[in-house]
Every structure is written in structure tokens, then in C-alpha cells.
């Protein structure tokens, strides 16, 4: 991945988190599990977050299919001090972000969908 693509993933990652400051942290990950880019606080690690987004969206994907759910396009996870949504960005990545506690879950949808459309075309 050239510097210029993952610059324009990390910018992009920064202006969905101005757009929705409810989204605390955001990264795109590769199925794979490898982190492409990634907008996180110092105390958020980075392998931890792509392994884990790797396996929940794998998961994911084959509960949707097995059920007859059609493709993936997000897995949702509420806890006690927020949330944790992925967001399937084509084939090959997955855009994950951490929200607050009582955000407007509805804008921060929104939000995701305009990024992954973007972040889509950056990868090419």
C-alpha cells in the first residue's frame, strides 16, 4: 500500500471522527486482520483491534450467509461504555469504529456509509 493511499484512508478516518465526534476511534483493517490505516488513541492497540475486527467480521459473514441474511454489511456491538461497529468496505477491508456511550447511532451509520463509500475508492 503506497504512503499517498494510507494518508488519504488516515485523513479520511479523521474527518469521518470530526464529522460524528460521538466516534471515538476508527481504523480500516484488512480481512486478514492487518490494520491498513487507523485514526486510534495511543491507549487503543492496534493489533488487537484488527485481529478482533478480522474475527467478528468473519463471523459475522458466515451467521448472515448461514441464515440466509444475504452478505455482511455490518456487525454491531453494544457494552456498557459504548459500542464497537464494523462496516464492510468491498471485499477485502472492514471499517471499524468505536463510539460513545449514548451516541445517536443513526448519524454515526450515516457517517460510516459516506466513509466506506470513500475509503472504497481510495483502495481502489
Same mark, same amino acid.
Given at each position: 500500500?503506497?504512503?499517498?493511499?494510507?494518508?488519504?484512508?488516515?485523513?479520511?478516518?479523521?474527518?469521518?471522527?470530526?464529522?460524528?465526534?460521538?466516534?471515538?476511534?476508527?481504523?480500516?483493517?484488512?480481512?486478514?486482520?492487518?490494520?491498513?490505516?487507523?485514526?486510534?488513541?495511543?491507549?487503543?492497540?492496534?493489533?488487537?483491534? *484488527?485481529?478482533?475486527?478480522? %474475527?467478528? !467480521?468473519?463471523?459475522?459473514? #458466515?451467521?448472515?450467509?448461514? /441464515? @440466509?441474511?444475504?452478505? =455482511? &454489511?455490518?456487525?454491531?456491538?453494544?457494552?456498557?461504555?459504548?459500542?464497537?461497529?464494523?462496516? *464492510?468496505?468491498?471485499?477485502? %477491508?472492514? !471499517?471499524?469504529?468505536?463510539? #460513545?456511550?449514548?451516541?445517536? /447511532? @443513526?448519524?454515526?451509520? =450515516? &457517517?460510516?456509509?459516506?466513509?466506506?463509500?470513500?475509503?472504497?475508492?481510495?483502495?481502489?
Amino acid at each position: 500500500m503506497d504512503v499517498s493511499k494510507t494518508e488519504g484512508m488516515v485523513n479520511r478516518l479523521r474527518e469521518m471522527q470530526t464529522a460524528s465526534p460521538e466516534i471515538e476511534a476508527s481504523a480500516v483493517v484488512s480481512v486478514d486482520g492487518l490494520i491498513i490505516a487507523s485514526a486510534l488513541p495511543a491507549e487503543v492497540e492496534e493489533d488487537r483491534v *484488527s485481529a478482533m475486527s478480522a %474475527a467478528m !467480521l468473519s463471523l459475522g459473514d #458466515r451467521i448472515a450467509m448461514e /441464515l @440466509g441474511r444475504g452478505g =455482511l &454489511e455490518q456487525v454491531y456491538i453494544r457494552g456498557d461504555h459504548g459500542y464497537v461497529i464494523l462496516s *464492510s468496505i468491498g471485499e477485502e %477491508a472492514v !471499517l471499524t469504529a468505536l463510539a #460513545r456511550e449514548g451516541a445517536k /447511532l @443513526g448519524l454515526v451509520f =450515516l &457517517e460510516m456509509r459516506r466513509a466506506a463509500k470513500d475509503l472504497e475508492r481510495i483502495l481502489g
